[in-house]
């Protein structure tokens, strides 16, 4: 009986001993991860091994894959022969190799070959059997009538992600209309709210709603690779223009659909917040500025020497500060006109309330916080403004220039799908690649 009890007891003993050297061994793979210096030393590019094929032209497709292909995803950008992506032509102004400027914003990181989709329905099969996404911004049915649409692709390869980008959908009235960024923004109220208060409606001075599609499917698609882990299937996403419009109104749609408000044009002022504006300075430079607390407004009335505004009852709330907008904006753009833009910068630089010049394109890029940034980077004959997003450990890099029109064709060909030199120079002679 002792014999037994012993050998229990010792069952329990290592048994307990085991699980407490399992839990150590654990916690320590936990808190202790391979060292930074380790890890920099792989490819640690977090979309390396994915292969994307981009049909896309102009900006909210490109825009989408460029961001991917920042994160190590291989871009093959398929584009039409002798013309390519239309961005190609928008001149002036060009690079010093005379590549439009428009090209270059958006399109490093790929590689250009050329396919004539009538004639290379096949060509599309075998390099969509190779790829784990698709992206193209046709009209909808445009795919699908050349045989290459999503349920064409999918019997090739079911763990395609399958991207169609467009104006408005592949459903309602308007889904076999072509969509243009402005058209979209007019259409969805964005040109609507933009503009001076008595003025004419007002076009963003960048295609916003492209870009902010290009970044809602961007997001697709990467969640799109997620749930394929786990489903071992592709699917297909649809974004557009119109959509990802009016999804950004955010709170001036929230004002509509819940408070029965209009939205209006304010200039660079905001509706619920005062101040909160662009202000002309002594040489006719613009200084904004923005109080969105009572504390932020309080300090602000101090730095540009009004500190009486601080207790007049009127101005006490922001709400009362709305309430009085034109008289509370006329004093403080009266003081803001006796000083130079440069001059409230340097009184301004220790304040905590959010302000900032109103800068033209060669002062965004001589801004100190800008090149801190080290936003713009060098490649090849190309300056790029780089990715926004910064990893402690992925990396996020600019690597590829931006291709001249089917220059990778060829070692594509041979790389991807493994054809012979007879095979490539047969698809020369049909006119099917260029």
Avoid at 135 to 161: A, H, S
Avoid at 180 to 191: C, E, F, K
Avoid at 390 to 404: D, F, G, H, I, M
């Amino acid at each position: 009986m002792k014999s037994k009890l012993f050998s229990l007891r010792n069952f329990f003993l290592i048994h307990h001993q085991q699980h407490f050297q399992w839990r150590r061994c654990l916690a320590t793979n936990v808190q202790n991860p391979p060292d930074e210096e380790t890890q920099t030393s792989k490819n640690l590019s977090p979309l390396k091994g994915i292969r994307i094929l981009d049909l896309s032209r102009i900006l909210a497709g490109p825009f989408c894959t460029m961001l991917l292909g920042d994160l190590g995803a291989e871009i093959i950008k398929v584009e039409k022969p002798g013309t390519g992506d239309e961005t190609r032509n928008w001149l002036p102004p060009k690079t010093s190799t005379g590549l439009s400027c428009y090209f270059v914003a958006v399109n490093r990181n790929k590689q250009s070959i050329t396919i004539d989709l009538k004639k290379g329905k096949d060509l599309l099969y075998q390099l969509a059997q190779k790829s784990d996404v698709l992206v193209e911004n046709f009209v909808p049915g445009t795919m699908e009538k050349l045989g290459l649409g999503y349920t064409d692709l999918q019997k090739v390869n079911p763990r395609l992600i399958y991207c169609s980008v467009s104006g408005y959908g592949s459903t309602g009235p308007y889904a076999t209309r072509g969509g243009y960024d402005v058209i979209a923004a007019s259409i969805g109220g964005l040109l609507h709210i933009t503009g001076t208060r008595d003025g004419e409606p007002c076009k963003v001075g960048v295609a916003m709603t492209d870009l902010a599609t290009g970044l809602y499917l961007h997001g697709g698609i990467m969640a799109a690779l997620i749930q394929r882990q786990s489903t071992n299937r592709g699917q297909k996403i649809e974004s557009n223009l119109l959509s990802t419009q009016v999804s950004c109104l955010v709170n001036l749609a929230s004002n509509y659909l819940n408070g029965g408000v209009e939205a209006k044009r304010w200039g660079t002022a905001h509706e619920s917040i005062v101040p909160y504006e662009a202000f002309r300075t002594k040489d006719d430079r613009w200084m904004t500025i923005g109080a969105g607390s009572n504390e932020l407004f309080h300090e602000m009335c101090e730095v540009v020497g009004l500190p009486h505004l601080k207790t007049t009852e009127k101005y006490s709330t922001n709400a009362l500060r709305v309430e009085y907008r034109e008289e509370l904006i006329g004093i403080l753009a009266n003081q803001i006109k006796t000083k130079t833009c440069t001059e409230w910068t340097e009184e301004f630089k220790l304040s905590k309330f959010p302000y900032g010049p109103v800068n033209n394109i060669q002062e965004v890029f001589s801004d100190p916080q800008v090149k801190a940034s080290e936003l713009v980077q060098e490649i090849g004959s190309y300056k790029v403004v780089g990715p926004a997003v910064k990893y402690s450990l992925a990396q996020n890099t600019v690597r590829l220039p931006p291709p001249e029109l089917g220059q990778h064709t060829r070692e594509v060909l041979r790389n991807v799908l493994h054809m012979s030199g007879s095979e490539i120079e047969e698809l020369y002679q049909k006119s099917i690649v260029s």
